[in-house]
């Protein structure tokens, strides 16, 4: 048992997790407050700090050569600046009464528990590895971390064959998708889904669709995985599913994530209906003063729909560290919540959404408009201009902005932006048709794409409400 701190000491903040929410805390309490005020300790069961999961992809497909480049601050420079990081360590059980928590080292196995006035919990998320026969087989790999990115390298340098399958295409199964093609696979992306990337209507996921085909990906929709079939030697060798069977020399599983909050549900913390911890706007943990969580483990509020929701986001983890740091060094900071918005590319091909799809909307009641135009990513005649498709859902009757999603080639998925700061405004469409943005040939035509969108639901919002 950790007795080194008797109470009246200096204050001890202890940090379960040791990535962008959890270090980007520790961070900011201790821009806050000096080692003389404030104790930090962070337990991280991995082997690296602050590094970018989002970057995996790119880096198991070649476009990132290093590894290390992934990593923003090492756990030697966390130590430097007084931070206590324990790599290879994890908290197995938290005990909100007694105020403390109980960690094991990886290692060897032996555990200890260290007491905290303040605790932050940022456990991210886990993948999901369904309950299939043949899951947990050699070959298959869910990727969320820089270990987990290490070990399908691994693999991949030790496998003779050259067939890939990618289990589910949401954002992470479509980057793989594109890492393993960069990587000489021949590639089988298996969705349940309509269409790929179900974070968009299918109307558009049909268009990222057609560009994965066109990268020599083969994608089979509507398909649900009933097994990973297994060689004699344990390895897996195929992906089942009720009408076909595919090969597969390596298997990475792009399903999506969940909050990984095991811990905190133990502890009696409260859970969101998708598993995620519940905070206030200071991301304190609701109903515990001494206790914050932030990143991929909680739920945030949804500034459009008015609900609470799970994103899992690098942007979303390093607010949250900011905010919950500000607060346990004792300064004022509140993260008012999100409006979904997300942007990821196939090859060239771009895709961003922002705000709600048409089942988000349907789900919590909003009638609304749709407003779908093609246009380019320059003026017309400049060199390159390249197509894009911009998808708007407007609030029937009163034209507010509900959501806005895009693909198209180059210079098309940050347009997105433009969608986000008018939903975090609160905009009509029509107050969006008068924004004034940046305009020249190389970089826009007259009426930027977004605008065009906006114009062309104004009137469907006017039609409606003759």
């Known amino acids: 048992m950790d007795m080194s701190r008797t109470r009246g000491a200096r204050e001890r903040l202890v940090v379960i997790g040791g990535d962008a929410a959890g270090m980007s805390a520790a961070s900011q309490a201790r821009r806050l407050k000096g080692p003389d005020e404030l104790e930090i300790?962070?337990?991280?069961?991995?082997?690296?700090?602050?590094?970018?999961?989002?970057?995996?992809?790119y880096w198991v497909?070649?476009?990132?050569?290093?590894?290390?480049?992934?990593?923003?601050?090492?756990p030697e420079e966390h130590r430097a600046r007084d931070i206590d990081v324990r790599l290879r360590t994890e908290v197995t059980e938290i005990d909100p009464a007694g105020q403390r928590v109980r960690a094991r080292d990886v290692d060897s196995g032996a555990q200890s528990w260290t007491s905290y006035d303040k605790l932050v919990i940022a456990t991210g998320a886990r993948p999901v590895r369904p309950d299939l026969p043949g899951v947990d087989a050699p070959g298959v790999h869910g990727v969320q971390t820089l270990d987990d990115g290490q070990a399908l390298l691994d693999t991949l340098a030790r496998t003779r064959g050259r067939r890939a399958v990618v289990v589910g295409a949401g954002y992470i199964g479509v980057e793989m998708a594109e890492a393993l093609?960069?990587?000489?696979?021949e590639v089988t992306v298996v969705n349940r889904g309509k269409e790929p990337m179900a974070t968009l209507d299918p109307d558009m996921g049909r268009l990222v669709h057609e560009a994965m085909e066109g990268l020599g990906i083969t994608m089979v929709n509507d398909a649900e995985v009933t097994k990973l079939p297994t060689g004699d030697d344990g390895r897996?060798?195929?992906?089942?599913?009720?009408?076909?069977?595919?090969?597969?020399?390596?298997?990475?599983?792009?399903?999506?994530v969940r909050p990984e909050?095991?811990?905190?549900?133990?502890?009696?913390?409260?859970?969101g209906v998708h598993g995620g911890l519940l905070t206030d706007r200071s991301m304190r943990v609701r109903g515990h003063e001494d206790i914050w969580a932030g990143g991929d483990c909680v739920e945030?509020?949804?500034?459009?729909?008015?609900q609470e929701r799970h994103i899992a986001l690098g942007t979303h983890a390093n607010k949250h560290g900011q905010v919950i740091g500000t607060n346990v060094g004792g300064g004022y900071a509140t993260f008012p919540g999100v409006v979904g918005t997300a942007v990821s590319k196939v090859c060239d091909l771009e895709i961003a959404r922002t705000g709600l799809r048409e089942k988000d909307a349907r789900r919590v009641g909003l009638r609304f408009v749709t407003a779908t135009v093609e246009s380019t990513s320059r003026a017309g005649y400049y060199p390159d201009a390249s197509p894009m498709t911009v998808k708007m859902l407007a609030e029937h009757r009163t034209g507010r902005l509900l959501g806005v999603q895009i693909v198209g080639r180059e210079g098309a998925g940050k347009r997105v932006d433009i969608a986000a700061v008018a939903l975090t405004?609160?905009?009509?469409?029509?107050?969006?048709?008068?924004?004034?943005?940046?305009?020249?040939?190389?970089?826009?035509?007259?009426?930027?794409p977004v605008l065009v969108a906006a114009r062309k639901a104004v009137a469907k919002v006017r039609e409606g409400a003759r």
């Open 61 to 74: 497909g070649g476009d990132v050569p290093d590894r290390d480049l992934l990593i923003a601050r090492t």
């Open 181 to 185: 093609i960069n990587r000489g696979y």
């Open 41 to 57: 300790v962070a337990f991280e069961r991995g082997h690296f700090t602050s590094y970018s999961a989002c970057g995996i992809p």
């Open 425 to 448: 405004a609160g905009m009509t469409v029509e107050q969006m048709t008068a924004l004034d943005l940046g305009y020249a040939p190389p970089f826009s035509p007259v009426w930027d």
């Open 236 to 256: 897996v060798r195929a992906v089942a599913t009720e009408d076909a069977e595919f090969p597969a020399d390596v298997v990475v599983l792009g399903i999506g």
């Open 300 to 306: 945030v509020l949804d500034l459009v729909s008015g």
């Open 261 to 271: 909050t095991a811990l905190a549900r133990a502890a009696g913390l409260p859970l």
